[in-house]
């Protein structure tokens, strides 16, 4: 039997944990629910590279598929299968890596809690969620995935339940979310009625073999590429955080820690940059959706990267970062380089994981505390977690040599010479958020790690490095932060120094994110000189920003927030405040919403329902009240009444 | 000489009459039971003597039919008053008033 054979086995392994943490174990049973809350999903990762290992060798470049059952019956057949191919294989090491060592981490950081094993329960479910949703060889699966990791979500998100903030946040995730899923639906539904298949496989096929069909008027004055590419990428703001429908993932930080890592930084939410690039023959064939992808990416890029510099909750930084950095990820796909897109996901995944646990390592020393203004100094307490933290920072900086550097260098240079609308206006905000994110972030580094300790001495007497298995799982990460961009260096880096291109994650992707033939973008080809001058320019785009932050927060510390504040108090407020975009959203949307809501409550439901029943239900109790009187119980009174009826009766047959 | 069949109908219809009447003033069940009883044969008479005008056996038979019932019927009558005389110690009907509301 070999490791393919098995490759079910892969998503089942959470799940089986999931039903077992959450339904045979007790909650004193503590070794075991480790076991099996770790153990499973680490058997899934060795099933995972044993699978990977054997496809590589044996199938590759072709798609392995598995299916395992029909799911349904009849002409609109759907399969439960799933589908190894370049694109999954990258998304399957990524999540069962970066996903086991977080189970790792939870150990240590969730060993004190009371729902040891209802938050294991939840983690392995959203594991095997997300591998359905990655590995589905059809939409259909895909989507069981899609709204899988949306639970997983919201009940991780929720998971304290006895405070306030946590639970709300969980529904406002899972409401947001849900208003994405309602245009990702109808782009289902539109792809099903123009080619009658969901299978990844077969509708590329189609699609390929007659593309013209692709351009036919479908709805709205779009054409059906469009159209679909439209509704799916709605889907994908909602579940990767993009403007309009990204305000449900700052809140969403209300959960535990490591499931910030996990589900809102490193898995859950690149799920719709997959999609889009899972989808790419499609968005190739509406380059006009394509720009509003890279548009959008591009601005939220921006807009949260802005919010990222004037917040004082370490997670919440992290969270804008997350919308940032996906936001690039969005503007990679938009712009046609799918490949940056996913590799940017790879690494995003690993730095963005490390500095998510290491932050939950600093609330785990500071006793909760997630202020970055009470901390400060705390490299000489936690120095593992400040190495770990500082190399992470470093890679989403961008700094040579590091994942993020590669990975972002891409995404700039091919937007600078992709053949979209306003490309170099596209370039110079994604260069500005490069700036901006490496300021941001050594902000963070500068607040927490550097200066004086600012909390209370209570605080500063408790501080302590986490223990081995938490720092672990940061190292792991933190070696992956580094090494991870290497795998996919841009082939414009080698011809910028006139090396042979050996890009070997962008030809390991090349057969699922191939230019449809004809629909060829005629890329600027770049000299070596533009090369290099972009190269450098992501470059000083790094080194500027930490630059800003360092002359800034690490000589100032808190005082330089105060003197921005002193100097621009609105501006400031403004960002504080995150844009007031919540704010709005609940003028516009909420409010109007619960009035309509109350509407239907007290008019239609209590005025028009209910008083139309108690309408009914009185006439029927006047008619019993006047009717009773007939029933006097006196049994000469039936006796006339029956004689009454007879004669009735004969007077009408008889006359 | 023959009595005329309308003789009979008057008869049956006078008895009738009195029966329903009965039925509906007396306060005594077995009063209100045997006028009951006289509406019955006032059918039966109307049945035999249109029996008797046609020539038919079939309306004498039906008769006796009726008898029979009625005869079933009245143990089942009777029986249910000396129950109820048990219970309330009457058979007053103004007095049963139990399905009063």
Known sequence: ?655 | MTVPVSWYLLLAAALFAIGVFGALTRRSGIAIFLSIELMLNAANLVLAAYARLLGERSGQMVVFFALAVAAAEAAVGLALFIAVFRLRKTIDIDRINLMRW
């Not at chain 1, 059952?69 to 069962?96: E, Y």
């Open chain 1, 1 to 655: 039997m070999s490791a393919l054979d098995l490759f079910w086995l892969v998503p089942a392994l959470p799940l089986a944990g999931a039903a077992i943490n959450g339904l045979l174990l007790r909650n004193s049973q503590k070794p075991l629910v480790t076991a099996v809350g770790v153990g499973l999903p680490g058997l899934s990762l060795l099933v995972a590279l044993a699978a990977l290992v054997e496809w590589s060798a044996s199938v590759r470049p072709a798609a392995y598929e598995q299916v395992l059952w029909a799911w349904t019956a009849g002409p609109a057949a759907f399969d439960v299968g799933f589908r190894l191919d370049a694109l999954s294989a990258v998304m399957l090491f990524v999540v069962t890596f970066v996903g086991f060592w977080i189970h790792v981490y939870s150990v240590g950081y969730m060993g004190h809690d009371a729902g040891y094993r209802r938050y294991f329960a939840y983690l392995n479910l959203f594991m095997g969620a997300m591998l359905l949703l990655i590995l589905g060889n059809n939409y259909l699966v895909l989507f069981v995935g899609w709204e899988g990791v949306g639970l997983c979500s919201y009940l991780l998100i929720g998971y304290y339940f006895e405070e306030a903030f946590p639970p709300y946040a969980g529904k406002k995730a899972f409401i947001v979310n849900r208003i994405g899923d309602f245009g990702f639906l109808l782009g289902l539904f539109a792809i099903w009625s123009t080619w009658g298949t969901l299978h990844f496989g077969q509708l590329g096929e189609k699609i390929l073999a007659d593309p013209a069909v692709a351009h036919r008027p479908f709805a709205l004055g779009l054409s059906t590429a469009a159209f679909i590419a439209l509704f799916l990428f709605v889907g994908a703001t909602g579940k990767s955080a993009q403007i309009p429908l990204f305000v449900w993932l700052p809140d969403a930080m209300a959960g535990p820690t490591p499931v910030s890592a996990l589900i809102h930084a490193a898995t859950m939410v690149t799920a719709g940059v997959y999609m889009v690039v899972r989808t790419n023959v499609i968005y190739q064939l509406a380059p006009e959706i394509s720009t509003v992808v890279a548009v959008v990416g591009a601005a939220t890029a921006i807009f949260a990267a802005t919010i990222g510099i004037a917040q004082n909750d370490i997670k919440k930084v992290l969270a804008y970062s997350t919308v940032s950095q996906l936001g690039y990820m969005f503007l990679a796909a938009g712009v046609g380089a799918y490949k940056a897109a996913i590799f940017h996901l790879g690494t995003h995944a690993f730095f963005k994981a490390c500095l998510f646990l290491g932050s939950g390592s600093v609330i785990h020393a500071m006793g909760g505390e997630q202020d970055i203004r009470k901390m400060g100094g705390l490299r000489k307490h936690l120095p593992a977690t400040y190495a770990t933290f500082a190399i992470s920072t470093l890679a989403i900086a961008g700094i040579p040599g590091l994942a993020g550097f590669f990975s972002k260098d891409e995404i700039l240079g091919a937007t600078f010479l992709a053949h979209v609308p306003a490309a170099r206006l596209l370039w110079g905000v994604g260069l500005l958020t490069a700036a901006l994110t490496a300021c941001y972030m050594s902000r963070l580094v500068f607040l927490t790690f550097f200066g004086d300790f600012r909390g209370s001495h209570e605080q500063e007497h408790h501080l302590h490095e986490s223990p081995r298995v938490m720092t672990l799982p940061l190292w792991v990460l933190a070696v992956g932060a580094i090494v991870s961009g290497w795998i996919g260096i841009p082939s414009g880096m080698w011809e910028a120094f006139g090396a042979h291109d050996r890009d070997w994650l962008g030809h390991f992707l090349a057969p699922v994110v191939a230019v449809i033939p004809g629909h060829e973008a005629g890329e600027h080809h770049a000299s070596q000189a533009l090369e290099l001058a972009l190269i450098g320019a992501s470059i000083a785009a790094a080194v500027v920003g930490i630059y800003l932050a360092a002359r800034l927060w690490l000589r100032r510390g808190l005082e330089a927030d105060a003197s921005f504040a002193a100097r621009a108090p609105r501006l400031q407020k403004l960002l504080e405040e995150k844009y007031r975009v919540d704010e709005l959203y609940d003028r516009i949307v909420v409010r109007p919403i619960a009035k309509l809501a109350r509407i239907c409550w007290k008019v239609i439901d209590e005025l028009v329902i209910d008083g139309g029943l108690n309408v009914a239900a009185f006439l029927t109790e006047i008619t019993g009240d006047l009717g009773r009187f007939t029933t006097t119980g006196n049994v000469r009174n039936y006796a006339l009444y029956f004689f009454a009826g007879v004669m009735l009766l004969l007077w009408w047959m008889v006359l």
